[in-house]
């Protein structure tokens, strides 16, 4: 079970630590970032599978656009940086850190995924 969640420039989330229990429910109002934080979950879930095509994303329900859009653009300092997401759980932890390539959509790589998962004896 995925026990918190850690988004560093996606969409309009800057910097944010989500700590999850067994069952969670997002509230605010229209425009508060909800669905963006749905959106980071799912691109971590295809980072993961080293799937971060247009294709895959749209049918996977996120919102794709150009790379600028992608990244928070509250502050110059996250519009640089690359997006960043961890997740922690019961297994282990895994980050990755992704980028765009060429400022498109449809060349987004993971330049980094670190995997902390706990080995089984």
Do not use: H
Request: net charge neutral; proline share 1%; no cysteine.
């Amino acid at each position: 079970m995925i026990t918190e969640i850690k988004i560093n420039n996606f969409k309009s989330v800057a910097n944010l630590t989500l700590r999850l229990g067994r069952f969670n429910v997002l509230i605010g109002s229209n425009g508060s970032g909800k669905s963006n934080i749905l959106e980071a979950i799912a691109f971590g879930g295809a980072a993961s599978d080293d799937k971060l095509d247009n294709e895959f994303l749209g049918s996977r329900g996120i919102r794709t656009a150009s790379a600028q859009l992608m990244k928070s653009v509250f502050s110059k300092d996250y519009f640089l940086e690359p997006i960043e997401l961890e997740f922690k759980g019961n297994d282990g932890d895994i980050k990755f850190t992704i980028e765009a390539e060429n400022e498109s959509i449809l060349n987004w790589r993971v330049r980094m995924k670190e995997d902390f998962s706990k080995k089984f004896a």
